[in-house]
C-alpha cells in the first residue's frame, strides 16, 4: 500500500473539511464538485486526482470514523456486551456530535453511509460478542440488535443528548440482554 505524503494528505483533509462544512449548510445531493472545490480552495483537476467524486469524499468520512471509533474504542474492556463499553461508544459519539449528525440524522439521505458504518463496526466488535441462537438465527437477532440499538442512538443524537451517557447504555444493554436473554432459552 502506497503511503501518502504530507501535501496529499493535507489537500485530502481540505477536501474532507469542505465536504463537511457544506454538509452543515445543505443537503450532500446539492454539493457539487466546483462547491467542493471552491471552498477547499482547491482546482478541479486536484480534487480529481484524489477522488472520482462527492461519493468518494463521503466514503471516506465515512471510513475515517469508522478508524477512529474503533481507535477510541481499543482501550475500553473488549467484552462489546458490558455497559461501559457502550456507555464509552456514547461519549465518543457526543464527543464527534457534529459528524454523526451530519452522516446519520440527515433524514435517510445517509442511510447507506450509516448501513455501511454500523457493518464495519459490528464486524470488529464482533469476535467479542456471544453466539446468539442458531447460526442461522444469529445473523437476524445480530441485524435486529445493531439496528435496534442504532436508532436509539439515533433519536438521542436527535434529542440533543437528552439523557446521560450511562442511561442510555444502560437502556441498550438492557433490551439487548434481554431479547438475547430471550432467545437462549
Known amino acids: 500500500m502506497k503511503t501518502e505524503n504530507r501535501r496529499v494528505r493535507m489537500t485530502k483533509t481540505l477536501i474532507r473539511t469542505a465536504m463537511i462544512e457544506l454538509m452543515q449548510e ?7 464538485i466546483k462547491e467542493l472545490c471552491d471552498r477547499a ?3 478541479r483537476t486536484t480534487f480529481y486526482k484524489h477522488y472520482s467524486d462527492q461519493t468518494a469524499v463521503l466514503l471516506e468520512i465515512e471510513a475515517e470514523l469508522v478508524n477512529r471509533t474503533m481507535e477510541y474504542m481499543k482501550d475500553v474492556s473488549r467484552d462489546a456486551a458490558t455497559i461501559d463499553f457502550i456507555e464509552a461508544f456514547l461519549k465518543y459519539v457526543r464527543e464527534n456530535s457534529t459528524l454523526f449528525r451530519l452522516l446519520f440524522c440527515s433524514g435517510g439521505e445517509h442511510e447507506k453511509q450509516m448501513l455501511s458504518y454500523m457493518q464495519s463496526v459490528l464486524a470488529q466488535l464482533r469476535p467479542n460478542l ?7 438465527q444469529e445473523k437476524y437477532v445480530l441485524n435486529f440488535l445493531m439496528y435496534g440499538s442504532f436508532h436509539v442512538l439515533l433519536t438521542w443524537i436527535e434529542q440533543n443528548f437528552d439523557l446521560p451517557e450511562k442511561e442510555v447504555a444502560e437502556l441498550i444493554y438492557t433490551m439487548c440482554d434481554s431479547i438475547s436473554t430471550g432467545i437462549a432459552e
Open 26 to 32: 445543505k443537503s450532500f445531493s446539492s454539493i457539487t
Open 41 to 43: 480552495d482547491i482546482n
Open 130 to 136: 456471544p453466539e446468539y441462537g442458531s447460526k442461522k
